[in-house]
């Protein structure tokens, strides 16, 4: 028997181990089986835990376009900025050091990623308040999905995905695909017109359209790193990979990117596809593409297609579909740019699916007839109700705000969850009653109709409401509520200047009272002389006072010496004060309160106006007389050197003021429009006209003039030569000064100078004429100067003083919240010309129930980033740090002068609307305010010229026992106010209507019955505690008279209510010295008017 040679037998062992090599590897390359062993154990590894604090190991992604949009990216500096904020990581995800290794290796992070996902806010028990998710429409489920759906996605993009022949195949590469395109490519480089088709599965693609940079594949380094993180990522659920490519296939349909459409935004996913880009439903698509139709059906539809209405939605609702798939290769050229293109190219596929079997060849037919719809065919839903949301929507611009971003759209794109406070139960009473307030029925069943409230004429859809509630806790002063009635995204709460009317008052009181708890902090440590001399009559009749108390009483507590402070008496009667920079007169609402002296317990509790007129004087002097420039140094020294700085700075202040208005008036007038409007003016009178001419013109020759005379003056024909002759050389440019031109035109002499600069350099501006006009304006006020008019200089001195106590007013009010940089330099400040905000008001109040200590006003409690994800974080804020604003005796004292005005004052329908758990009631306290803002017009001697309503406001600033508090505001806007003629009676009877509703919630198991209000009141408000100073007065009943006073030298002009706020403004005068300290007093008389 011949033996096989060695060699032979060696090289048939290599050539059998080569093909078992080989088969090993094509059983590889087709099943995956080793490398799915390596990569599920690996994948196993790659988990994250939730600890405690900041992370020491959490990678974020770069900037794909998934990354971007859900916030994952920009997380790093988002929680830089919230750390800033005041926000504290509470706990963070830690991931495996398996999973940073891939990480290092430069791999996207492989976890189960999110199809769908966005901004939810929860209420305070933890239940959506609201829910953006993107995309909106989605698949849950794989088996959700068209069958005939996921076939032609398959045969266009990944045929072998979903094969069963091998459960353990990577699907994140097809071997003869990749083969095919690398082949493709290399003969690309000696053909440069040859198209080289794609070689990316599916998972490779999602890979690259939400992790790469842009969603585009920049190389081939980019592409390997694609398939590796889907390689990784296909085996999170085990060796069995079927599973994970089918959710591939789920989330490749819900989330394939197809550009962005108008009035929608960034579009992803075919379910959004069909609804942005062709006005489809995308669960009507479903239920129709489910129901596939007989042969026979779409045969009868090709021959006659009014029978087979089924079959034509049907081919309908896959093209559509089709054609959301097909686009994704260039979504924004097929779907925005070229809808022919998009036609055809989707019909070229359907043939596709017909030759390959997939659809019937007729159904094929009848889908190319139908041409893919318009976006114009796309009749969008309404827009969602503002005013349901208007909690949700304050938290989301306060969310935005919080992280620096610019649009609330991108802000509901974040994976993100927002604990918020809002209470949502009580928001929907509060919310749902505001709005019914629309129907008269439900007014009058609430009491709204009637004196002084609505009427039932009045327009009630044209009335704004809105409400807020906070609880203080030791997290800081929770929003329970935020709800108006306006169905716009403008809240009026915190983002409007309105006129609040009396609620100025509370500021008001709140610094008297802060003042008083200031003085007696620097004098109580002064010697007897050195307080005898404070207690001597002064300006200041504040600091006065205090040093007089303090002498009687040396050891007086700051609680004793405020309750003596609101005990002080203070005329109620009418009375002509200067302030701001005129004469202004102001009234009472009740007469009854005219020629009464009265407490400053009982003027807050019915919020008298000219007691808190006078208060707001005193206060004033007592900031002019602590001013560096001490107001009374300067008025009674005529030689004090600051007189001349103070008047120089009346001079510009009041020059820009008018140069400003004739540049407004003249600005867009060419020149010989300026020109006609001056001669207009004197069109009867050949002297002014001259003047006039000879000023402007100063070149113009004498015949020039003498016909213009003629022109603009009929009367001046009459006039001989000899007398124009006069007329023209006494009005000569250099005749007098501009002063005197200006008397003898009786045209401003800043408007002539204005009008002459402009006509000659008709480009400059005003801040060109205010550096011009520095000597012009001096010389226009050079008479103040001069020593003889110290009168008149007194009365600009004493303007500028009290604009200078009044920027100290407002830096001390804005320490308490108010919002604004500018405040009214006028007494009727303390009646709400200065407007205020409801927001800000909850501010004070919320100082006010803590006790003089301010603490965040909290609405978001936590923040929730990318949960269930490697980049999960959680946090909250950092316990509130409290500052305090002013003694807790100063809060105490406001809180009680409250209490009084729902005892028995301007809310007195309030009391007993509460009670506690054991039935007793609850104190509740507040200020009312009404507010009637007029654009007025006065002509000389004060009388009206004209009156225009600009809106009408009532609101209530209220806390309610010592846990909330917060403010309920009506508001109609515009002319229609006029219609109106509510005061603030109508806010406390809708909080009296809502208390029962909201009791529940505030002071849960209320008992039954209530008691009656009167019973309430009288137990509501313990009697004040004994002081040193004298008490205040039991209060009387409305319109009783605590001590008499002569009536007024003249008949008292009446206000419309407690609140009025527009004085008018007369001549200015001198005020006249001030009252002894703790005396009544008169009404100051005035002074004669000064001459110009």
Known sequence: MNRVPRRILIGLGILLLLVGLIGLIAWELLSSAVEAKYLAKTAQ???????????????????????????????????????KAGWRIDQQARISRQMARVDDLGLFLPYQEKDQAGLSLLDSDGKPLYQAQYPQRVYQRFDDIPKVLVDALLYIENRELLTEQFPTRNPAVEWDRLAQALLEKAISLVDTNRNVPGGSTLPTQIEKYRHSPEGLTSGMGEKLRQMATASLRAYLDGANTLPMRRKTVMAYLNTVPLAAAPRFGEVNGVGDGLWAWYGLDFAEINRTLSRQPAPQDIANALKDPRAG??????????????????????????????????DALTDDHLDLLASAGLIPRDLAEIAKKIDLRGIHQRVDPPAPRFVDQKAANAQRIQLSQLLGMQRLYDLDRLDMQASTSINQPMQKIVSGYLQSLAKPEAAAASGLIGFRLLQPQNPLDSVIYSFTLYEKTPQGNLLRIQADNLNQPFDINSQARLDLGSTAKLRTLVTYLQIIAQLHEEYRGLDAAALKQKAQPQRDVLAQWVAATLLEHPDIQLADLLNGA???????????????????????????????????????????????????????????????????RILDDAGNPLREAYLMRFVEKEGRIFTNRFYQRHRNLSAAEMEEDLYARSRFNPRRFTSVFRYLQPQADFETYVNALHTHVPAST???????????????????????????????????????TLRGQPATDLKALYDQGAEVRREVYDWLFKTSRKNAQDIRIQSLLEVEAFDYLLRDWKRLG????????????????????????????????????????????????????????????????????????????????LARVVEGGTAARLAGALKDPAGQPITIGGKTGTGDHRYERYGKGGQLIDSRVVNRTATFVFYLGDRYFGTLTALVPGEQAGQFS??????????????????????????????????????????????AVREPTRETPEGATSQAVPPATEPPIRGGFPEDLEPSVVVPVPVAPPAMPGAGEAPAAPAPAPSP
């Open 982 to 1027: 509510f005061t603030s009676s109508l806010t406390a009877q809708m909080l009296k209507t809502l208390l029962p509703q909201l009791q529940p919630y505030l002071y849960p198991e209320p008992p039954a019955p209530p008691k009656p209000a009167t019973e309430a009141a009288a137990t509501a408000i313990p009697p004040p505690a004994p002081t």
């Open 818 to 897: 108010y919002p604004f940089d500018t405040i009214t330099p006028s007494y009727a400040t303390a009646i709400g010309s200065s407007g205020d905000r409801p927001a800000a008001l909850a501010t004070l109040m919320s100082i006010l129930v803590n006790d003089g200590v301010r603490v965040p006003m909290v609405s978001l409690t936590g923040l929730h980033f990318a949960a269930d994800t490697p980049y999960d974080t959680r946090l909250s804020m950092n316990p509130p740090k409290g500052e305090r604003m002013m003694p807790a005796e100063v809060a105490q004292t406001v809180r009680r002068a």
């Open 309 to 342: 209405a089924h079959v034509e939605s049907y081919a309908s609702a896959l093209k559509h579909a089709l054609s959301l798939i097909v686009a994704e290769r260039r979504p924004s050229y097929y779907l925005a740019a070229n809808r022919k293109a998009l």
């Open 45 to 83: 590894k790659m988990t994250w835990q939730i600890r405690p604090g900041p992370s020491d190991r959490i990678r974020y992604p770069g900037p794909g376009p998934y990354d971007v949009r859900l916030g994952y990216t920009e997380l790093p500096d988002l929680l830089a900025r919230l750390d």
């Open 566 to 632: 609101m005990s002080r008496p203070y005329s109620g009667s009418p009375e002509t004060f200067f302030t701001g920079g005129g004469l202004h007169r102001f009234a009472n609402f009740d007469p009854k309160d005219n020629g009464r002296i009265m407490e400053v317990w009982e003027a807050t509790k019915n919020s008298v106006n000219l007691v808190y007129i006078r208060i707001m004087r005193d206060i004033v002097r007592h900031y002019a007389s602590a001013s560096p420039g001490a107001a009374a």
């Open 718 to 756: 009459n006039l001989s030569p000899k007398v124009l002759e006069t007329l023209f050389k006494t009005h000569a440019p250099g005749a007098y000064d501009l002063t005197d031109r200006g008397y003898v035109t009786q045209i401003h002499p800043l408007e002539l100078w204005v009008v002459k």
